[in-house]
């Protein structure tokens, strides 16, 4: 029994990884610029598809791939904020809207270019860190866990130690206050929107080749993402990682001793339970909410 | 590089082999030609399952055609398909139904089947045209008009389950997981019969996962948690069935997998190894199989049709591939020996004596007791193996035998799943 608590909570760390790195980008634009991005799953599914463009059918080194992938994805945010959202921004619907019209475009744009099936990657090391018979990490799993606290950290230092960091948050905090500090909406909406986009990205090209790949993946990282953000309190990004660990756990741990129907009823529990007690989520502010 | 399917590819190849397929049909066929409806995905998730069966269509009506065509009483007529992207999405099914009938007059209609049929039903009960059903779990008292000739998911799983208790009587304990859907819960009550009728003990109850799951690593955890000498993957689409596998793999499982399909299984090996897909048990065989050869079979030049198709489409070939062309060979015999192509007299030439003549085998209409009635062909069904890296077909074992032994275990599951035809909404 130790053994499979051991290995179900080593589950839970790689799937706590990966669900924040996308939910921290989706807060991070929500909080700045105030915009529900319902493309965020899709821009995971792009970073995927990167890693299939460059690693799978190039035979770039995976690395080089999923940097890339970072770029590539960060770089559509801004497509996006300039396309989408500035032109929008008085309108609070606008950018959800605009949002759900571009996650149809970025699907079959997908279709296109890599047809309707499953894409396969081949696997990056096949190693495994073998802890006991029945305790094991798959290294291509650790390669997300580090990657994730790299990055979330790296976030971390950004947000808290730089100005662009400060800009961000106070804009994120009160947008006209900042702006009368002399602080560019425009500036912190686009640094903004390359960060949550490049985390999504990242996020997809760092499983690439564990998950199936195909044009539709994005509908349940997104369902997923936005159950940990309102649980985390909408605009939090501390509630975001919290909320993506305790979600990846309770999933994780709930799939595994009983059965992964319960665990979605579960977990979409837990929202409701949050949402009944603390309306505003376990970090979030009236405010943002 | 890989070979990728895009839309663009689609049309080039689909104008290309539709105008390949007429052209033998001016030399060798002057009658007007018979239109037979594709109503099936196309695009979207579940094009998997549609798509590669429109690709050997295809092929089956250029070699048709090239042979002189359909001989109806009236003469020679050539054949063509004409497709409808359905989508997988009800109304739409409905809408090209309507489009394939009353506009392109068509004189018979392959589906997939599942989801879209109910949007279907009614044009086919007002028109009494004659459809095909890859999902024999739309049949019921009601559907009098639909056939399911090629395959009758999920009972032929019965027959790995019943291979395998032979070949290898140690392995004593199994479990099993499946997407919580349409597909996945019949075969689920099937693999629960075939392996209670073997003898194996189920270690765990059935362990179900949403759809939309995307992380295997929780539910292989829990499926080997108790070391089952059986790993079964139930009816699970490719998109499961290769990163289970490739947890299994990872977790260190060493026992046997038995699973309905393993579509792209070369993937699953790149991912995994040579030595951990050694023994891999399911139901559907490479057709460049030479037990594929053997007297029994009524699908011409199956090898010859694989590399053709493999030659068209690289690297596309999946359980469906060979499935809409065998019910074509099926529906050409019957419209032969009617001499007509009306949807009525085909359907009553077709189940004229009970038998039918299927891909693997002679066959039986067959289907009261579990879809209320008796319009699924039902016969041998081959068990493959991956062997050295290859699917091989390690032998026929007949549904019907199975059934007669053991059918009040399946109706006993299938009843505790609600999945009779009585209890289907």
Redesign the interface.
Same mark, same amino acid.
């Given at each position: 029994m130790l053994d499979?608590l051991a %290995?179900?909570g080593l +589950?839970?760390v790689? #799937?706590a990884s990966y669900i924040s790195l996308i939910a921290v980008g989706l807060v991070l634009i929500f909080g700045v610029m105030g915009v529900i991005n319902f493309a965020h799953g899709e821009l995971f599914m792009v970073g995927a598809y990167t890693v299939v463009a460059l690693y799978?059918?190039r035979h770039l080194p995976f690395l080089v791939a999923v940097a890339a992938g970072l770029v590539f994805v960060g770089l559509l945010g801004l497509v996006m904020e300039r396309a989408l959202f500035r032109p929008l921004r008085d309108n609070p619907l606008g950018g959800l809207v605009a949002s759900i019209g571009f996650l149809m475009i970025l699907q079959a744009v997908a279709?296109?270019?890599?047809? =309707?099936?499953?894409v396969?990657v081949?696997?990056v090391t *096949?190693e =495994?860190i =073998?802890f006991s018979?029945?305790i094991?990490l798959?290294v291509a /799993?650790l390669y997300v866990i580090v990657a994730a606290v790299v990055l979330l950290s790296g976030l971390w230092f950004f947000l808290k130690r730089t100005r662009f960091g400060w800009a961000l948050r106070a804009s994120a905090q009160d947008p006209e206050a900042a702006a009368l500090q002399g602080i560019s909406i425009n500036q912190t909406a686009r640094i903004a929107m390359f960060i949550g986009a490049a985390l999504a990205g990242v996020a997809g090209a760092l499983t690439a080749p564990?998950?199936?790949i +195909?044009p539709?993946?994005g509908?349940?990282?997104i369902?997923t993402a936005f159950i940990v953000i309102i649980v985390g309190g909408v605009g939090s990004l501390e509630g975001a990682v919290i909320a993506s660990v305790v979600y990846a756990f309770v999933?994780?741990?709930v799939?595994?001793?009983y059965?992964?129907?319960i665990?979605?009823i579960v977990g979409l529990s837990l929202m409701l339970l949050v949402l009944i007690i603390k309306p505003t989520g376990l970090f979030g502010s009236a405010d943002r909410a | 590089?890989?070979f /990728?399917?895009? /839309? /663009?590819t689609f049309l080039k190849s689909s104008a290309v082999a539709a105008a390949s397929a007429g052209l033998p049909r001016l030399a060798m066929a002057e009658g007007s030609p018979i239109k037979i409806g594709f109503l099936a995905p196309l695009?979207?998730?579940v094009? #998997?399952w549609g798509?590669p069966g429109l690709d050997g269509c295809l092929i089956w009506a250029e070699r048709v055609n090239a042979a002189g065509g359909i001989t109806l009483s009236d003469g020679a007529h050539p054949v063509e398909f004409v497709a409808y992207d359905e989508e997988y999405d009800p109304a739409k099914a409905r809408t090209g139904a309507t489009k394939l009938i009353r506009e392109d007059g068509v004189s018979f209609i392959m589906m997939l089947g599942g989801d879209p049929w109910p949007g279907v039903q009614p044009v086919a009960d007002k028109t009494g045209m004659l459809f095909s059903t890859l999902l024999p779990s739309d049949l019921s008292p009601d559907t009098t008009t639909l056939i399911a000739p090629a395959e009758v998911h999920p009972i032929y799983n019965v027959t790995g389950v019943e291979w395998l208790a032979e070949t290898r009587p140690e392995l004593k304990t199994a479990v099993i997981c499946a997407q919580?859907d349409a597909l996945g819960l019949p075969s689920i009550a099937t693999y629960l019969a075939a392996f209670e009728a073997a003898g194996i003990e189920m270690q765990d109850?059935p362990?179900?996962?949403?759809p939309?799951?995307?992380?295997f690593?929780? =539910?292989v955890?829990?499926l080997i948690?108790k070391s089952p000498d059986i790993v079964c993957l139930d009816t699970c689409y490719?998109?499961?069935v290769?990163?289970i596998c490739?947890q299994l793999? *990872? *977790?260190?499982y060493k026992g046997q997998i038995i699973s309905c399909t393993a579509d792209?299984y070369d *993937?699953i090996i790149?991912?995994?190894?040579k030595e951990f897909m050694e023994g891999f048990v399911f139901q559907f065989p490479d057709f460049d199989d030479p037990a594929l050869n053997a007297e029994q079979i009524n699908f011409p030049d199956p090898n010859g049709f694989y590399a053709e198709f493999n030659k068209r489409h690289p690297g %596309?070939w999946g359980a469906v591939s060979w499935e809409y062309a065998a019910i074509m060979d099926l529906w050409k015999a019957a419209a032969e020996k009617a001499g007509s192509a009306e949807p009525d007299a085909v359907a009553a030439a077709m189940k004229a004596d009970g038998t039918g003549k299927h891909a693997f085998g002679a066959a039986n209409w067959w289907g009261t007791e579990l879809f209320g009635i008796d319009n699924a062909l039902v016969g041998d069904w081959p068990v493959v193996v991956i062997e050295d890296g290859k699917a091989r077909i390690k032998g026929f074992k007949s549904i019907p035998a199975w059934y007669d032994k053991h059918g009040d275990l399946l109706i006993k599951h299938m009843e505790a799943y609600g999945q009779m035809w009585n209890q289907r909404g």
């Open positions: 499979l %290995q179900t +589950n839970a790689y #799937a799978a059918d279709v296109l270019g890599f047809g =309707v099936r499953m396969h081949p696997p *096949q =495994v =073998v018979d029945r094991r798959p /799993r564990l998950v199936s +195909n539709h993946m509908h349940s990282v369902v999933h994780t741990f799939t595994t001793l059965d992964g129907v665990a979605d | 590089m890989k /990728r399917f895009t /839309r /663009r695009t979207g998730p094009a #998997a798509k919580d109850e362990l179900l996962f949403d939309a799951t995307t992380d690593a929780p =539910v955890t829990r948690s490719s998109d499961y290769h990163p490739e793999f *990872q *977790q260190g792209f *993937q790149a991912k995994t190894s %596309q």
